[in-house]
């Protein structure tokens, strides 16, 4: 079965900091996502990376994708308060759509 | 364009009830796909609907049940409630062999 991690699981930054969270995971797949949760909130799609190599960017956000190394990272830059959520990647299982979500990270962003 | 939609939004329920969950998919969606999310943790894949047919199970006992709507609406069936199926209930909809799945406002179960 696919496993899908994140590290770390909580990580608390100051404004104007930049710092990366990594999302690994354990077989083959073609598609992975990353999403945005407020507490109490539904998820808010990020980005879709979809190939080997993709690096999309959002305003102080960017995710990049290494299929060989089984790796997803997303980096932040210049963290902002309003950046404070959780962020969850998701990887689908076996092409048939169901998602595999690692554990979460918590990102806290303090002045 | 209306989005995905869920109801109700909150619901407190006692063990050993049923509770049914409903979700409609965003406008030209044909396949819906349900997920448990418990505080503090990623969502967890319950099922998944197309052509009103159960197409993908994940780990959830049969208490978990579901069905989808001709209009591919769809509704979440829990028998027999235990404390822990106390969780956030996430639908996602998506077009069959598309990449983007867009998700519900979910629906906040409580069992006391």
């Known amino acids: 079965e696919l496993k899908v991690e994140q590290n770390p699981l909580f990580l608390s930054m100051q404004e104007g900091k930049n710092y990366t969270i990594y999302c690994n995971y354990s077989?083959?797949?073609?598609?992975l996502y990353w999403y945005r949760q407020d507490p109490g909130k539904s998820l808010e799609s990020l980005f879709v990376l979809l190939s080997n190599g993709a690096v999309k960017q959002e305003g102080r956000l960017m995710a990049s994708l290494d299929t060989k190394a089984r790796l997803s990272t997303l980096h932040i830059t210049a963290a902002v308060h309003d950046l404070s959520a959780t962020y969850f990647c998701a990887v689908v299982y076996n092409q048939g759509g169901k998602l595999i979500f690692g554990q979460g990270t918590e990102l806290s962003v303090k002045p | 364009d209306a989005g995905v939609t869920q109801s109700p939004t909150h619901l407190i329920k006692t063990r050993g009830q049923q509770v049914t969950l409903r979700c409609s998919p965003k406008?030209?969606?044909?396949?819906v796909s349900w997920y448990q999310q418990a505080l503090g943790q990623g969502p967890q894949f319950i099922f998944q609907y197309y052509e009103e047919e159960e197409r993908q199970r994940g780990n959830f006992p049969d208490r978990f049940s579901g069905h989808q709507f001709p209009n591919y609406s769809s509704e979440l069936n829990v028998n027999a409630l235990l404390l822990g199926d106390s969780a956030l209930y996430l639908c996602a909809s998506s077009l069959l062999g598309n990449y983007e799945q867009y998700f519900g406002p979910g629906t906040r179960l409580t069992v006391t």
């Open positions: 406008s030209g969606h044909d396949t």
């Open positions: 077989t083959t797949s073609d598609r």
